[in-house]
C-alpha cells in the first residue's frame, strides 16, 4: 500500500526505502527479520505482528515507523542514549526496531501507538548529546518542517523529543565503567533489595512517602513487582489495601467476573491496569479495538457514559453473564468516571509504568554496583532528575 504523506494536516517527510519497495513491504521486511533476530517468531508474536502491519497499513504509519526507527538508530550509532516513553511502548514494531525497549506481547500491552488519538503519544528521552545529535539529524536530512518547536516529530502519531539528567547520568557512569546499560539484567538481587529498603534513588516518584511505604510491604524481588508499585500507588487505598492482602496470602483471590482469570490472575482478581479494562470490555461485552478507542475518546471529552454502561451490560448479558454480576463490575470499578483517560489518577497505561520504573531500576542498579562512581556523577545533577 503506498503512504499517501498528504493524508494529514502536516506533511512530514518520506522515509527513503533503499531497495525500491514500498514503505509497509520494507517495514514486513525489518520485522519480520527481527523476529527471529529477537527470539520471539512463535505464533502470539506473528499474530501480534501481522494486526498491527495491517492496522499501520490502513493508517498510513509506516513512514512513521521508519523515521523513527532511522533516528533512533543513528543517535546510538553516534553514542548517545535513547530511551522510549509512554504509548511507543506499546508497539511490537516499535519494539522489533529496536525503537521501545519491552516486548508488549510479554508484558501484555494492547497496540496503542496505532489505535492512539493525538493526546495520548510518545515520547524518546535522550542524553544531551543525544539530543542534539538528534535534532541536527532531522533538520539535515529530513529538514526543519519535520519538527514542532524543535522539540516534537509531527505526523499522524506524534512523538515528543526530550532531553533528560537521568540519561545523562545514567550514560556518564556507564561510560566511565565501560558498561552498556541496555544489557543490564532485570533480576538483580541488589537492586530489588535497594527498593525494598526504600534506599533507591528518587527517580519517577519513588521518593514519595505512599510509595516508599507500598514498595515496603510489597518487597518487589522481580521486575513486574516494582511495575506493579508504580500502578498500585495510583489505586485508591481500599483497593491497594485489598490487593496487598491477596498478595500476602492474608486475602483468598477472586474474580469480579467469570472467564476473565487469565486477563487479572497476575494481579490477584484486582484491575490494576487500563489494559485490563480493555481486555475485560473486549472479553465480556466484545468491544472491538475502534470502539474501545471510541471509548477513550469519550472519556477525553467527558461525555455522558449512561450510554455504554448500557451497551457493556447488554452485550454481557448476550454472552451469558448475568446482569447484576455487570452492574456489580461497573459500580466498583466506577466506570462512570475517566477510567480510561491516559493521565487518570487511579489507573495508569502500562507503557508509562515500563517506561519510568526501567529508568528507575538501571539508576538503582548503578547505584548499587558502582556506588562511588554512582555518588560521583549524581552530584552533578539537581535532586529531581
Given at each position: 500500500?503506498?503512504?499517501?504523506?498528504?493524508?494529514?494536516?502536516?506533511?512530514?517527510?518520506?522515509?527513503?526505502?533503499?531497495d525500491?519497495?514500498?514503505?509497509?513491504?520494507?517495514?514486513r521486511q525489518l520485522?519480520?527479520?527481527?523476529?527471529?533476530?529477537?527470539?520471539c517468531?512463535?505464533a502470539?508474536?506473528?499474530?501480534?505482528?501481522?494486526?498491527?502491519?495491517?492496522?499501520?497499513?490502513?493508517?498510513?504509519?509506516?513512514n512513521?515507523f521508519?523515521?523513527?526507527?532511522?533516528?533512533?538508530?543513528?543517535?546510538?550509532?553516534?553514542?548517545g542514549?535513547?530511551?522510549?516513553?509512554?504509548?511507543?511502548?506499546?508497539?511490537?514494531?516499535?519494539?522489533?526496531?529496536?525503537?521501545?525497549?519491552?516486548?508488549?506481547?510479554?508484558?501484555?500491552?494492547?497496540?496503542?501507538?496505532?489505535?492512539?488519538?493525538?493526546?495520548?503519544?510518545?515520547?524518546?528521552t535522550f542524553?544531551?548529546?543525544?539530543?542534539?545529535?538528534?535534532?541536527?539529524?532531522?533538520?539535515?536530512?529530513?529538514g526543519?518542517?519535520?519538527?514542532?518547536?524543535?522539540t516534537?516529530?509531527?505526523?499522524?502519531?506524534?512523538?515528543?523529543?526530550e532531553?533528560?539528567?537521568?540519561?545523562?547520568?545514567?550514560?556518564d557512569?556507564?561510560?566511565?565503567?565501560?558498561?552498556?546499560?541496555?544489557?543490564?539484567?532485570?533480576?538483580?538481587?541488589?537492586?530489588?533489595?535497594?527498593?525494598?529498603?526504600?534506599?533507591?534513588?528518587?527517580?519517577?516518584?519513588?521518593?514519595?512517602?505512599?510509595?516508599?511505604?507500598?514498595?515496603?510491604?510489597l518487597q518487589p524481588v522481580?521486575?513486574?513487582?516494582?511495575?506493579?508499585?508504580?500502578?498500585?500507588?495510583c489505586?485508591?487505598e481500599?483497593?491497594?489495601?485489598?490487593?496487598?492482602?491477596?498478595?500476602?496470602?492474608?486475602?483468598k483471590?477472586?474474580?469480579?467476573?467469570?472467564g476473565?482469570?487469565?486477563?487479572?490472575?497476575?494481579?490477584?482478581?484486582?484491575?490494576?491496569?487500563v489494559?485490563?479494562?480493555?481486555?475485560?470490555?473486549?472479553?465480556?461485552?466484545?468491544?472491538?479495538?475502534?470502539?474501545?478507542e471510541?471509548?477513550?475518546?469519550e472519556?477525553?471529552s467527558?461525555?455522558?457514559?449512561?450510554?455504554?454502561?448500557?451497551?457493556?451490560?447488554?452485550?454481557?448479558?448476550?454472552?451469558?453473564?448475568?446482569?447484576?454480576?455487570?452492574?456489580?463490575?461497573?459500580?466498583?470499578?466506577?466506570?462512570?468516571?475517566?477510567?480510561?483517560?491516559?493521565?487518570c489518577?487511579?489507573?495508569?497505561?502500562l507503557?508509562?509504568?515500563?517506561s519510568?520504573?526501567?529508568?528507575?531500576?538501571?539508576s538503582?542498579?548503578?547505584?548499587?554496583?558502582?556506588?562511588?562512581?554512582?555518588?560521583?556523577?549524581?552530584?552533578?545533577?539537581?535532586?529531581?532528575?
Amino acid at each position: 500500500m503506498t503512504e499517501d504523506p498528504n493524508k494529514y494536516e502536516c506533511q512530514i517527510p518520506d522515509y527513503p526505502v533503499p531497495d525500491g519497495s514500498s514503505q509497509i513491504e520494507f517495514l514486513r521486511q525489518l520485522c519480520t527479520e527481527a523476529l527471529v533476530i529477537r527470539n520471539c517468531n512463535d505464533a502470539a508474536h506473528r499474530e501480534r505482528l501481522e494486526r498491527e502491519l495491517q492496522r499501520t497499513a490502513e493508517r498510513g504509519y509506516a513512514n512513521n515507523f521508519l523515521l523513527l526507527w532511522d533516528l533512533v538508530k543513528e543517535v546510538r550509532r553516534n553514542g548517545g542514549l535513547v530511551a522510549s516513553c509512554g504509548a511507543i511502548e506499546s508497539s511490537l514494531i516499535n519494539y522489533l526496531l529496536d525503537i521501545a525497549t519491552f516486548d508488549p506481547v510479554e508484558f501484555g500491552v494492547t497496540e496503542r501507538f496505532i489505535d492512539v488519538y493525538d493526546d495520548f503519544g510518545g515520547g524518546l528521552t535522550f542524553d544531551t548529546g543525544g539530543y542534539q545529535y538528534a535534532i541536527d539529524y532531522i533538520v539535515k536530512k529530513y529538514g526543519k518542517d519535520f519538527l514542532y518547536n524543535d522539540t516534537t516529530i509531527l505526523g499522524p502519531t506524534t512523538v515528543w523529543l526530550e532531553t533528560g539528567n537521568i540519561m545523562n547520568l545514567i550514560k556518564d557512569v556507564t561510560e566511565e565503567c565501560n558498561l552498556d546499560y541496555m544489557t543490564i539484567s532485570l533480576d538483580d538481587k541488589k537492586t530489588f533489595a535497594l527498593f525494598s529498603e526504600c534506599k533507591m534513588e528518587e527517580f519517577y516518584g519513588f521518593g514519595d512517602k505512599n510509595k516508599r511505604a507500598i514498595l515496603s510491604d510489597l518487597q518487589p524481588v522481580t521486575f513486574r513487582e516494582l511495575i506493579l508499585s508504580d500502578n498500585l500507588f495510583c489505586l485508591s487505598e481500599n483497593k491497594c489495601k485489598e490487593f496487598l492482602s491477596r498478595y500476602h496470602e492474608k486475602t483468598k483471590v477472586s474474580f469480579p467476573l467469570p472467564g476473565i482469570s487469565d486477563i487479572l490472575k497476575d494481579t490477584y482478581g484486582v484491575v490494576v491496569y487500563v489494559e485490563q479494562l480493555e481486555q475485560i470490555f473486549h472479553r465480556v461485552a466484545g468491544f472491538s479495538s475502534d470502539e474501545i478507542e471510541h471509548l477513550i475518546n469519550e472519556c477525553h471529552s467527558n461525555k455522558d457514559f449512561l450510554g455504554t454502561k448500557r451497551m457493556f451490560i447488554k452485550r454481557g448479558m448476550a454472552n451469558g453473564y448475568s446482569e447484576d454480576k455487570l452492574e456489580k463490575f461497573w459500580d466498583e470499578e466506577n466506570l462512570s468516571g475517566d477510567f480510561v483517560y491516559p493521565h487518570c489518577d487511579r489507573y495508569l497505561w502500562l507503557p508509562e509504568s515500563l517506561s519510568s520504573t526501567y529508568l528507575a531500576y538501571i539508576s538503582t542498579y548503578l547505584k548499587a554496583h558502582f556506588p562511588e562512581t554512582y555518588q560521583k556523577h549524581r552530584k552533578k545533577y539537581p535532586d529531581h532528575l
